[in-house]
């Protein structure tokens, strides 16, 4: 046992520990965002990356919308004495209480998806428990991966292409937010390459070809990985630089997995989901990324800014034929028409014209940014008493 009083250390941008009640708390908020229906089919899925952002909302409006049976998968670290759990630990230990608290049948694997091993895990937990898959969820963000078929450890980069990148940037690293200056370098050939194989499509493929193998695609059997295309007041950090590269062959990977052996054979469907701008952990590293989606929330508001929790539902209800299926000329299924509303785009493009200004008027949005990142790990949570010592060392869901 841990029973320790905690307080939230930073370093940069990044909060290094995590409050086990306020990232529980954060997903019960989720779960009742979502109004519970049932569908009746109980669908099988296989959430790659189920324990944050889109992978958790994903889950959780599964669960609650559709009563999906099956794994979720992430790569998380438990306390260690020194240091608390991660937030996806707590998060994942919340989803398991609220499942079987309703009555749903989810097991969750901690293992690098990435690997061979991790992958053999988490198909002989389907095949032993659920079966052939319905839908397989890819969900995953890392900084890095080692390719199972060369041992070759790759790091993606966030740079540019073809010329330096200068831009303006929430500094939310201390108590009040302001406005810094970056410039970032073209990216090389070599760093292109290395975050093409780390955020690309090669291992949602290997996936995919797995699932075939043992015989675990259902007939119909769907699988979509999560993308962003986003405004292009950031284009040249995102679709335009090495982090566009990367997304550019997840979506090719969606067009070769269509027309795939497995997929073929069991009359399935691939797509990529371009989502909305949301706070998660990899979005708030993106230099800009987070002083635009703070001009974004403030010119939305909170209504009008769909949390993922929405947007999963949305993706949930086409996927299951409740809504008809809205694609765009390159065949992804849109989220994202909120974001990129062109009368949106253009107030927001005037707050990036003279971002010291823009900040001044967008102050809520920016004050909202630094608030979302702290409760990325359980801090800062409404409800929550972080005035008293609490359990850090939770096991890892059991099984069943």
């Not at 086409?318 to 009368?343: K, M, S, V, Y």
Request: glycine share 10%.
């Amino acid at each position: 046992m841990s029973t320790r009083q905690i307080e939230p250390k930073q370093r940069g941008f990044l909060l290094v520990n995590s409050h086990p009640e306020g990232a529980a708390a954060t997903v019960r908020r989720t779960w009742e965002e979502i109004p519970a229906r049932t569908d009746g089919r109980e669908p099988v899925a296989l959430v790659l990356g189920h324990s944050a952002g889109y992978g958790l909302a994903t889950l959780l409006a599964g669960l609650r919308q559709h009563g999906i049976r099956g794994v979720g998968v992430a790569f998380e670290g438990a306390d260690n004495g020194r240091r608390t759990a991660t937030a996806g630990w707590y998060r994942t230990g919340a989803v398991a209480d609220l499942a079987r608290e309703a009555g749903h049948d989810v097991r969750f694997v901690n293992t690098d998806a990435f690997s061979d091993a991790g992958k053999a895990e988490v198909l002989d937990t389907l095949a032993q428990h659920y079966g052939s898959v319905d839908y397989l969820i890819y969900s995953l963000a890392s900084p890095r991966r080692t390719d199972p078929a060369t041992g070759v450890t790759h790091h993606s980069v966030i740079k540019p292409l073809t010329a330096a990148y200068e831009a303006p940037a929430l500094d939310f690293s201390g108590a009040e937010p302001a406005v810094s200056r970056i410039r970032l370098e073209p990216g090389t050939d070599e760093e292109k390459r290395a975050t093409v194989a780390v955020m690309g499509g090669a291992d949602w493929s290997r996936w995919v070809d797995a699932l075939h193998e043992r015989e675990l695609l259902a007939d119909g059997f769907t699988t979509v990985a999560l993308t962003y295309v986003g405004s292009e007041v950031t284009a040249p950090v995102y679709r335009q630089g090495t982090i566009g590269a990367a997304k550019e062959h997840l979506e090719a990977t969606a067009r070769e997995l269509a027309t795939s052996p497995g997929v073929r054979a069991a009359e399935g469907r691939a797509f990529t989901v371009v989502a909305g701008a949301a706070v998660t952990q990899a979005s708030s590293a993106i230099p800009s990324i987070a002083l635009y989606t703070a001009f974004l929330h403030t010119v939305l508001g909170d209504d009008a800014f769909l949390s993922p929790a929405r947007q999963a539902m949305d993706l949930w209800d086409q996927l299951e034929g409740r809504t008809p299926l809205r694609l765009d000329d390159a065949g992804r299924i849109r989220l994202d028409g909120w974001e990129l509303d062109d009368e949106v785009q253009a107030r927001v493009r005037e707050l990036w014209e003279d971002p010291d200004s823009g900040l001044l008027k967008a102050r809520s949005g920016a004050e909202w940014f630094m608030s979302q990142v702290r409760e990325l790990y359980g801090w800062g949570v409404e409800g929550v008493d972080y005035g008293r010592p609490v359990e850090t060392d939770l096991a890892w869901p059991a099984r069943g």
